[in-house]
T-cell receptor
């Protein structure tokens, strides 16, 4: 079953923060996060494994609550380059078989 | 330069005419995957491979075949394409190293089946 992402879309001003949530109805082993700009291939951001470890990647970090089957992506002090569609991908039996959410469209404006 | 290449990048074909989309990576990665992307449906995984001769189905494998005879190549085969396979296809390769995971996508193949 497809994970649910929220919000579906968000507009930020440069420097503002955002949180994108990903929720699954299944027990999860891993959560993957991606960003895709229009007309381009997805770019892998990070993977979080069962264990609730928070990971960071410059000003983008994420957490994974395996008990709630939820993950959140945190974008801090957003930059124009953060604009794009963010997808979460979830895996239950490992980390290679991944089901993707429908995406969150994020636009950062000056 | 780390690279995943796909060929062709664009293809228009007719129903029933067998085709192969090639995917090649130069990073010696164990894991490779194929995805399709459709408006309103997002990304969906077709097949993945954990290593040479090891492949498994993703969420939407019907109508597709894959093979992994060499580590660097992971072709996607459509034996009898149908219009509902019109889509944007991405190949990706990935690896674990020193507790760190990375994944790289190819540029995509836009397929139209008439």
């Amino acid at each position: 079953q497809q994970p649910v992402q929220s919000p579906q879309a968000v507009i930020l001003r440069e420097g503002e923060d955002a949180v994108i949530n990903c929720s699954s109805s299944k027990a999860l082993y891993s959560v993957h996060w991606y960003r895709q700009k229009h007309g381009e291939a997805p770019v892998f951001l990070m993977i979080l494994l069962k264990g609730g470890e928070q990971k960071g990647h410059e000003k983008i970090s994420a957490s994974f609550n395996e008990k709630k089957q939820q993950s959140s992506l945190y974008l801090t002090a957003s930059q124009l380059s953060y604009s794009g569609t963010y997808f979460c991908g979830t895996a239950s039996g490992g980390y290679q078989k991944v089901t993707f959410g429908t995406g969150t469209k994020l636009q950062v404006i000056p | 330069e780390a690279q995943v290449t796909q060929n062709p990048r664009y293809l228009i074909t007719v129903t029933g005419k067998k085709l192969t989309v090639t995917c090649s990576q130069n990073m010696n990665h164990e894991y490779m995957s194929w995805y399709r992307q459709d408006p309103g449906l997002g990304l969906r995984q077709i097949y993945y491979s954990m290593n040479v001769e090891v492949t498994d189905k993703g969420d939407v494998p019907e109508g597709y075949k894959v093979s992994r005879k060499e580590k660097r190549n992971f072709p996607l085969i459509l034996e009898s394409p149908s219009p509902n396979q019109t889509s944007l296809y991405f190949c990706a390769s990935s690896f674990w190293r020193d507790r760190s995971y990375e994944q790289y996508f190819g540029p995509g193949t836009r397929l139209t089946v008439t």
